[in-house]
């Protein structure tokens, strides 16, 4: 009978504390890992988030996030400022912006410069599916913008001389919504008029 026990014992229960004992050790080390790569990782995400700043406004050197009160969005609510960082020389202003497109929410930063004319767009996120849907996000197309002060309509097939993808109309539109959107920002934030 006592073998039974032992039997027992060694078939069903050992197994179990041997599971639950390297359960426990993964789930340390994991958590021990996440701990020490944490900060890398916001680092990195810091570091990523400026590279793009950089890039929309090239004259800036590094950035402070502006405090604002109520951020800018499209008439329709689909398009939505998210975050407002100024280049701390005076270069001008980068905006975040997360807008619906056609597979989903894009985020794109826009860069204005301190006279108001847009410096880069770009966009930093997507789940647009590629080919047609995001030859609007090409550098060569998002160029359009550059120079630009003011666009005369939040509908990119209504403003006057620019040139939409066609069949890409909902992921260009929203690029469009949120750089029309990022404008208004730096005139609510007493940008130039």
């Known amino acids: 009978m006592a073998e039974t026990k032992n039997s027992n014992f060694k078939e069903y229960v050992y197994p179990v504390i041997i599971l639950t004992v390297i359960a426990m050790v993964a789930t340390l080390l994991l958590a021990i890992t996440n701990n020490i790569t944490t900060g890398v990782i916001e680092q990195r995400a810091i570091q990523a988030a400026n590279e793009a700043r950089m890039k929309v406004l090239p004259d800036g050197d590094s950035f402070k996030q502006l405090d604002?009160?109520?951020?800018?969005?499209?008439?329709?609510?689909?398009?939505?400022?998210?975050?407002?960082?100024?280049?701390?020389?005076?270069?001008?202003?980068?905006?975040?912006?997360?807008?619906?497109?056609?597979?989903g929410d894009l985020t794109m930063m826009v860069g204005v410069g301190?006279?108001?004319?847009?410096?880069?767009?770009?966009?930093?996120?997507?789940s647009d599916t590629p080919g047609v849907g995001t030859k609007d996000q090409d550098p060569d197309y998002l160029a359009q913008y550059d120079g630009k002060k003011e666009l005369t309509s939040e509908d990119v097939k209504k403003e006057s001389g620019f040139q939409f993808i066609s069949g890409a109309s909902v992921s260009g539109g929203a690029i469009h919504k949120g750089v029309y959107a990022a404008l208004e920002q730096y005139k609510e934030l007493g940008g130039a008029q």
Not at 116 to 125: E, H, S, Y
């Open 114 to 126: 301190k006279d108001g004319a847009i410096t880069g767009v770009t966009v930093t996120a997507h």
């Open 68 to 103: 604002v009160k109520k951020y800018a969005s499209s008439t329709d609510g689909s398009a939505n400022v998210t975050e407002a960082y100024a280049a701390e020389n005076g270069a001008g202003d980068v905006f975040t912006v997360v807008t619906k497109s056609f597979g």
